[in-house]
């Protein structure tokens, strides 16, 4: 509904015009239907055209007063009355260096968001008559390359578990998932729907697969709003031939490391195809006689136990180098390690000694 403002506004201009002449000498030419990336500029297109009408030419038109407004927000996204300009921030004349004689009246969004879907007015008074037309902005975000969580982590072919794939969009989409040779599993797990803070949509879909059964390789296809498959992510269980073929992990088979000194296992990660930006999802640092791991990085977490770390200072799941350092050695330090990895591609593992020398 709109406000007393605007229509006090409407009645004052409708007197200066004259209402009788209305309709009769403006139109405006609006798009129906416009589409807007999320997080990139839109722009709703409106022109005005002068019209005869059978009546007299209209000479030296010009524009009073222009408003767009938005249905559901109360004040208007954009006003120009009679030489002042006010915006919601966000909005502006499509034009830059508009003026009350340029006829083109479209409005631009900066950076769209999914509050901005909708249908929009816009309201145009000029001194030879007013008029008014609509149009409607629908808004898309492309989903994302989904991620896989597989649960439990080193989870194999003969292992019961799950794997979780989540990938976020605009409008709401589905997840499918397919087995090696490409076919859709023909049991497909519930999708849960959540709004994000933003007003995207997060899709999640858990496959629980069955120990014994499993295939090598399940692939999370994302489809859109229009059920055309926008991306896609697959995981390869751990056990499979497939899933090794993609990762191997270079360590040195031993290592001498000083007492009281620090020590470094080098271990560095090989792609043995080329592989489209490669994630590592997860890294695993194990010593043989210790049960918790001595260093995990897990989806964007990392835990150590004390006097352990990454060997570097500023690793980051891109970098191939996983390489262990240990701060200050001690004898309890000797024995045989073991390296998991675990990326979007594959995973694998290896191992490499540390002895320790130095005086006690």
């Known amino acids: 509904m709109a406000s007393a403002g605007f229509l006090l506004l409407t009645l004052a201009v409708l007197n200066s015009i004259g209402s009788s002449q209305g309709y009769a000498f403006v139109e405006i030419h609006c798009k129906t239907q416009n589409i807007g990336q999320y997080e990139q500029e839109s722009r ?22 222009v408003i767009w407004r938005k249905e559901g927000v109360e004040e208007p996204v954009l006003k120009y ?4 300009l006010t915006s919601l921030p966000g909005y502006s004349f499509a034009e830059p260096s508009w003026n009350n004689k340029n006829v083109n009246v479209s409005l631009l969004i900066h950076k769209t968001a999914v ?16 008029n008014k037309n609509q149009t409607r902005l629908s808004v898309t975000a ?21 794997l979780t794939c989540k ?19 023909l049991e497909q797990p519930e999708v849960e729907v959540l709004k994000t803070e933003n007003g995207l949509f997060l899709l999640s879909s858990t496959l629980k697969i069955q120990g014994g059964s499993a295939f090598s390789q399940y692939t999370c296809k994302v489809f859109n709003a ?10 390869n269980s751990a056990g499979s031939s497939q899933s090794e073929a993609f990762v191997k992990i270079h ?13 470094r296992l080098d271990c560095v990660i090989h792609y043995l195809e080329e592989v489209e930006d490669p994630e590592i999802l997860v890294v695993i640092w194990s010593r043989e006689g210790v049960e918790e791991p001595i260093l995990k990085y897990e989806n964007g977490k990392l835990t150590s136990l004390p006097g352990y770390l990454f060997a570097e200072p500023s690793w980051n799941n891109k ?42």
């Open 44 to 65: 709703l297109d409106c022109v005005i055209h002068y019209s005869e009408r059978d009546v007299v030419d209209v000479e030296d038109p010009e524009i009073m007063v």
């Open 167 to 185: 990938s976020t969009g605009y409008p709401k989409g589905r997840l499918s998932w397919f087995d090696k040779d490409d076919n859709a599993l």
């Open 319 to 360: 970098n191939v180098n996983v390489s262990l350092l240990i701060h200050k050695t001690a004898v309890k330090d000797e024995g045989v390690y073991t390296c998991y990895v675990f990326t979007d591609s594959g995973y694998n593992i290896n191992h490499t000694r540390l002895n320790v020398t130095g005086e006690l």
């Open 115 to 130: 509050k901005d879907e909708g249908v929009y007015t816009c309201y145009v008074f000029t001194n030879s008559g007013f």
């Open 226 to 235: 229009r059920g055309d498959e926008e991306v896609e992510k697959s995981f």
């Open 142 to 162: 492309k989903y994302g390359v989904p991620t896989i969580q597989p649960q439990p982590q080193d989870i194999d072919l003969n292992t019961d578990g799950s």
């Open 81 to 84: 009355n009679h030489g002042k």
């Open 251 to 263: 360590c040195k088979t031993q290592n001498i490391g000083q007492y009281e000194q620090e020590s």
